[in-house]
Nanobody, 124 residues
Framework: QVQLVESGGGLVRAGTSLRLSCVAS????????MAWFRQAPGKEREFVAY????????DYADSVKGRFTIERDGAKNTLYLQMNSLKPEDTGVYFC?????????????????WGQGTQVTVSS
């Protein structure tokens, strides 16, 4: 059984940083894309960042580019999201996602494995 478990969320002030982690078990995602999405109250789940089948290829939503960094540790089967210069609009539940497919995508439908989410709240 494949499981993705996120951690690292919390309540922080604007301008500070958080580092989210997502530990995968049940299969290795090395060589497969993984991504972070987020969902604010009353809004649809939106793409934040992905790492492609090769760790050298990443993509970010415009709203987080330059502030967030996605990284993967294949040996630990763990995905990270370093979030700097946080803003109140970054508030939401952050989800880790993985896929057995080859190609990375910004769409929710492209990922078949999901974590339960971790809450990030940024106060002004």
């Amino acid at each position: 059984q494949v499981q993705l478990v996120e951690s690292g969320g919390g309540l922080v002030r604007a301008g500070t940083s958080l580092r989210l982690s997502c530990v995968a078990s049940g299969r290795s995602f090395s060589g497969n894309p993984m991504a972070w999405f987020r969902q604010a109250p009353g809004k649809e789940r939106e793409f934040v960042a992905y790492v492609a089948w090769t760790d050298s290829v990443t993509d970010y939503a415009d709203s987080v580019k330059g502030r967030f960094t996605i990284e993967r540790d294949g040996a630990k089967n763990t995905l990270y999201l370093q979030m700097n210069s946080l803003k109140p609009e970054d508030t939401g539940v952050y989800f880790c996602a993985g896929t057995s497919r080859w190609s990375a995508s910004r769409t929710v439908q492209a990922y078949e494995y999901w974590g339960q989410g971790t809450q990030v709240t940024v106060s002004s």
